[in-house]
């Protein structure tokens, strides 16, 4: 079974600040995902890495995928109040599987 | 517009009153799957669908049904409900491997 362990598990910061959050795993993922998710909603993805090393930007979040393809991380520069959600990273294929999560609170 | 449809939206029940979740897709994805969120444990997968016909266990499969007839649709049995089963139901298909969610199906298991 590969298990996804993402920390922290809570984070509340106050809106301008930077933050990291990481998933880490003992397995080899072929692609790693990172999806959020808001209250009431289903996840929605943000964004898949495939290379190791691999580094992606969407705007102020910065994705990047471990050398060895097992661990990858966030990073949101000067988070706003509308990055507050539930962060999630997924690995597989068929059988997709998902950390616990990341609940991100942005203060105004 | 592409959309996973789940219905109920919130459900309460009693013990062994058998229920089923709908799930339907309008995105024409051969890939479905159920999961359950619970609190601290994350996203985890019940069952999923390759294709028409052709289901397989996830994680948590135990207390579960699903059946593939059409390919828009992958509803989840619960064929006697017991109160461990009361959880945060997601439906998903899938397509190039990018995951499409319902909004959820909250249910309750008294």
């Known amino acids: 079974t590969q298990l996804l362990e993402q920390s922290p598990q809570f984070l509340s910061i106050q809106e301008g600040e930077n933050l990291t959050v990481y998933c880490n795993s003992s397995s080899v993922f072929s692609s790693l995902q990172w999806y959020r998710q808001e209250p009431g909603e289903g996840p929605v993805l943000l964004v898949t890495v495939v290379t190791g090393g691999e580094v992606k930007k969407l705007k102020r979040l910065t994705f990047q995928f471990g050398d060895a393809r097992k661990d990858s991380s966030l990073h949101i520069t000067a988070a706003q109040p509308g990055d507050t959600g539930l962060y999630l990273c997924?690995?597989?294929?068929?059988?997709?599987?998902f950390g616990a999560g990341t609940r991100l609170t942005v203060k105004p | 517009e592409a959309q996973v449809t789940q219905n109920p939206r919130y459900l309460i029940t009693v013990t062994g009153k058998k229920l089923t979740v709908t799930c339907s897709q309008n995105m024409n994805h051969e890939y479905m799957s159920w999961y359950r969120q619970d609190p601290g444990l994350g996203l985890r997968q019940i069952y999923y669908s390759m294709n028409v016909e052709v289901t397989d266990k996830g994680d948590v499969p135990e207390g579960y049904k699903v059946s593939r007839k059409e390919k828009r649709n992958f509803p989840l049995i619960l064929e006697s409900p017991s109160p461990n089963q009361t959880s945060l139901y997601f439906c998903?298909?899938?397509?190039?491997?990018?995951?499409?969610f319902g909004e959820g199906s909250r249910l309750t298991v008294l």
């Open positions: 997924a690995g597989g294929l068929n059988d997709m599987r």
């Open positions: 998903a298909s899938s397509f190039t491997g990018e995951l499409f």
